[in-house]
């Protein structure tokens, strides 16, 4: 991706801001440099006139308060709590921002949280418009300090307040674990002493009344002194449970007493499920759950029995879009809400991570996005009618965790042609739809970008004469124009690979997954290759229609580079001749990529038995076989399929909803466990 880089200009900011900083620490009001807003520059000529002649010290001197007029900085209030400290561990607080400022402008604030060592806060929500944020801390109790920022998107300046203390206390009395109910009634928060010395991990199983076998949570790293808590998840309604905490020494393990829970009653309605084809003993045996990420209802976990064992409720009364579960039992997605711009675009906005209680974790938005895209890049962004380029409109179908961190995130770029691309001209001009890849740092900061616009040809139009409307289903906001974008890429995928650091760019419309030399942040961001029809690679099969097309989630399995498994939705290869056949099925597809000679061989072509033209998802299962998600069934019942197949493409335990289209579906030991980490 491409790295954050500082022109002359900026440099010159920067030292700004570290005198600023400087001079506010001697008066003991230092704050991170990077959380200052730039000095305004001044108003009088004679200011002019001493700026340029003077410009390094008159601008500290500015910034010391030595200026008569200056743009001013917000006033931020304390930040108001809905309850007061101290709380128990597990209580959510609401934080209320208010901040004014005599100088005209939109106020976003930004909420960070951490212990009250300040090198350790983090950010919660990056700058919205939202002045309010829902905290609940489930893990380590103790006393944190809420800061708020709260920025004036006119002038850039920033202020800060906050509360410097608010206590957590522990659920467990003495020695003797605890369980507590949470907002969500199929999860617990398990509270455990301190580890015992010589243990090192700890975790908690989980035995459901009646069951042979426990579900266990992710084993977490002892820490000398401090209660160990656990969110249980994978429960199902209205059942009686055990939870006891299992220690390990690094030779035995220690199982602390069994205690009781039982869930409640979800007041939500769960999806109709039922299973065409019953699981059996030739299934794969050790993934026992399905994530379900729905496109239009709220995301739900089952057991391979169809029983609801989790779900989630997005704040904004919109279902969100689940991208993917990350290890450690929290999840990615995308949600409506409001941006750092207040503008009154809310749709698709929202990147977030939750926990399994449905806490946020950390939040950022498209605009906010923008900002830090537009300025690492030189681009100006406007997205609104007449505007020429909008960077980072809206989040779109992807989020992925890196195993150093980052997070990637697909975003879209919108931008008027009026040079003969796509047929366009000053009086023609043609709005295209593009993609940017966004590079999150661990405080969701961004780190570097890459920019289809930059890499690909946007003369080569989306194979099938896809368009976008503003409200079209399937289709992201639209900012530019009232009328028609062209849906170029319709990018709907990222995939990481370990060994050589890239990421596998799956772009629907063009019907070719690209590599791209990402590099682990370090690479040059040129394509490596393209794979699809038309692309680099030569195919080797006698099938009438080899190639994959309008795929969803192609990557590589079981950390290799040579067997790729993907959902072929089939859109190109059933549209009517010469670009197709005229008809056909939706097929789980395995292919065998040579990176070396640049031949494509096709392992697997399993014919599902229905056209699956949007939606869908792949994955290996350790037993060998393959669990892909059909999510819209051609308009008519089964709206979405789970299906397993077996490696000689039978196909084998299915389950069905009539009702709920389906983004993409997870086959997971646990909740706690990313599929990739099975």
Known sequence: ????????AKGEAHATRAARNFLNSAKGAARPAKWIGNCPAPHSVLRVFLKRVFMAGFMIANCAGLSTRAMATPIVSMPVTSVSSPQPLGTTVTITASATDIDPGVISYRFEIGPTDKSKLSMKRDYSVDPTFVYTPVQNVGDYQFVVFAKNNSTGNIGVNSIPVFSFTSLVTGNTAVVTPTANPLVALFSSPPCEAGETYMRVSVLRSGATYPNYTNWVACEAGRTMNFLIAGMRTASQYTMSSETWNGTKTTVGPALPFKTGIPTITFPNLTEPVAFTSQDSQTENFLLLAYTLEPPVAIDLGGHPVWYYLDPSGTPPLVTRPVNGGTILMLANGANSAGTSATREQILREIDLGGNIIR?????????????????????????????????????????????????????????????SSPANPVDIMGSIIIDLDTNWQVAGYWRAFDY???????????????GQVGCPPIFLTEGVAQDWLHGNSLFFTPSDGSVLFSVRH???????????????????????????????????????????????????????????NGNTRVAPPPLGLGSGDSRGYVL??????????????????????ALGSAQMLPNGDYSFEAGYGAGR???????????????????????YKCYRSFRMTSLYIAPEED
């Open 637 to 659: 019942p089964p709206y979405s399929e789970a299906i397993e197949v077996f490696p000689n493409a039978t196909l084998s335990f299915t389950i069905k909803t009539t009702v």
């Open 592 to 613: 065998n990529v040579n990176q070396t000679t640049m031949k494509a061989t096709p392992v697997m072509l399993a014919d599902l038995g229905f056209f699956a033209e």
């Open 363 to 423: 939040e950022t938005n498209a605009t906010r996005i923008s900002e830090q895209v537009s300025a690492m890049s030189g681009i100006a962004s406007n997205c609104s009618l007449g505007g020429t380029d909008c960077l980072c409109s809206a989040f779109t179908h992807e989020a992925i965790r890196l195993p150093n961190g980052h997070t990637l995130a697909l975003t879209i770029e919108e931008k008027i042609f009026t040079d003969g691309t796509q047929g």
């Open 1 to 8: 991706m491409i790295p954050i880089s500082f022109s002359s």
């Open 510 to 568: 063009q019907d070719w997954i690209v590599k791209i030399d990402y590099g682990n942040g370090t690479g040059t961001n040129d394509i490596v290759w393209t794979l699809g029809l038309g692309g680099d690679f030569s195919i080797d099969s006698t099938n009438p229609y080899p190639w994959f097309s309008h795929q969803h989630d192609p990557g590589f399995v079981q950390g290799g580079t040579t067997i790729m498994a993907m959902f072929d």
């Open 456 to 470: 690909l040809n946007p003369n080569r139009a989306a194979i099938l004469g896809e368009t976008c409307t503003n």
